[in-house]
């Protein structure tokens, strides 16, 4: 069953703005991820925190993590038209790889 | 990082065809690997888990028979659609964890594209 849930659903805006993405989850979880996928194409993983992190940077990436509320956020600052893509949150209860759980993803276009 | 390569990456096919997909894991070995289907504009479906030397693990609603699935070797995985029909049009990914399972991510092919006449 699909446990992480994204919203917005989709996402429009224009170049240099930022962007924020939510995922809420249900159950316990070891660590949360985010992906990237391009249309048509696999998934790329962005980032990686840990349910013993709160807050997590990558380049232009901020992750936040409240287990208290059992969500995520992804924000991607000063966005660009390449960042346009499909964004998924996924849960991992730490059992290598199995049950890992994909949100629905939100759709973001990057208008320049 | 890792590098799993998908093949092919789109096929078109009669419907009572069987489709092979090959999933390999480039420059890791991967003891186990994941067969997910996604329709358009949704996300990833987890089918099953393919184990190198034993039987898959398939989700419920996954017909086994349908779906075959083979782990023969650390680095290859196939998934085999038997008896296509259009209904079994879809995009059909795989991905693998990593060789360092404490970064805790999954590696993904490019994806299949399948699309059954």
């Known amino acids: 069953s699909q446990q992480g849930e994204e919203d917005p659903q989709a996402l429009s805006i224009q170049e240099g703005e930022n962007a924020t993405m939510n995922c809420s989850y249900k159950?316990?979880?070891?660590?949360l991820q985010w992906y990237r996928q391009n249309s048509g194409r696999g998934l790329v993983h962005l980032i990686l925190?840990?349910?013993?992190?709160r807050e997590k940077h990558s380049g232009r990436l901020r992750v936040t993590l409240d287990t208290s509320k059992k969500s995520s956020s992804l924000l991607i600052t000063a966005s660009r038209a390449a960042d346009t893509a499909s964004y998924f949150c996924?849960?991992?209860?730490?059992?290598?790889?199995?049950?890992?759980?994909f949100g629905p993803g939100t759709r973001l276009s990057v208008l320049p | 990082g890792a590098v799993v390569s998908q093949h092919p990456s789109w096929v078109i096919c009669k419907s009572g065809t069987s489709v092979k997909i090959e999933c390999r894991s480039l420059?890791?070995?991967?003891?186990?690997m994941f067969w997910y289907r996604q329709f358009p504009k949704q996300s990833l479906m987890l089918m099953a888990t393919?184990?190198?030397?034993?039987?898959?693990?398939?989700e419920q609603g996954v017909e086994k028979d349908k779906f075959l699935i083979n782990h023969a070797s650390l680095t290859l995985s196939t998934l085999t659609v038997t008896s296509a029909h259009p209904e079994d049009s879809s995009f059909y990914i795989c991905?693998?964890?990593?060789?360092?399972?404490?970064?805790?991510?999954?590696?993904f092919g490019e994806g299949s594209r399948l699309t059954v006449l």
């Open positions: 991905s693998a964890p990593g060789y360092s399972y404490s970064a805790g991510e999954l590696f």
């Open positions: 159950t316990s979880i070891n660590n």
């Open positions: 925190i840990r349910s013993n992190e």
């Open positions: 996924a849960t991992d209860p730490g059992n290598y790889g199995q049950n890992f759980v």
């Open positions: 420059d890791f070995q991967a003891t186990t």
């Open positions: 393919s184990n190198e030397g034993s039987k898959a693990t398939y």
